[in-house]
């Protein structure tokens, strides 16, 4: 049986917990985390990111993440704490269950960039 959206989004959502800002930055405050960033580059340019994010597009999250690939960036690490968000928090739980399907074991889904900004969250333009 073919997955459609509403499957795929139910797994992920089961997969990664989804954590508030408040949350996320409790967790960056005890170190060993990467803050992802996963919207494309032009909703970064439009609005800046979360400050110390990593961006790195939905479409090449895989090949950033694995250490195997001739284009992994040392940001990652499966040892660390992974923070991510999108633009609503669909596509960070995606990510997120790709990136736990990857070995990436503690991996949180933190919402919207609107949500992180909106509790007061440092942003970088």
Not at 8 to 31: D, L, S
Not at 63 to 78: E, G, M, Y
Request: aromatic fraction near 6%; charge should be neutral.
């Amino acid at each position: 049986m073919a997955l459609g959206v509403k499957q795929m989004m139910e797994a992920a959502n089961a997969a990664v917990p989804k954590i508030t800002p408040a949350e996320a930055r409790e967790k960056i405050a005890k170190g060993n985390t990467l803050l992802l960033d996963i919207r494309d580059g032009t909703e970064v340019q439009a609005s800046g990111k979360a400050a110390g994010a990593v961006h790195v597009s939905r479409g090449l999250l895989e090949f950033r993440a694995d250490p195997d690939s001739p284009t992994h960036d040392k940001n990652f690490s499966r040892d660390k704490t992974v923070l991510i968000y999108c633009a609503s928090g669909g596509r960070a739980a995606l990510a997120g269950k790709l990136l736990k399907d990857m070995g990436y074991n503690e991996v949180y889904n933190i919402g919207g960039f609107k949500d992180w900004a909106e509790s007061g969250g440092a942003v970088e333009k």
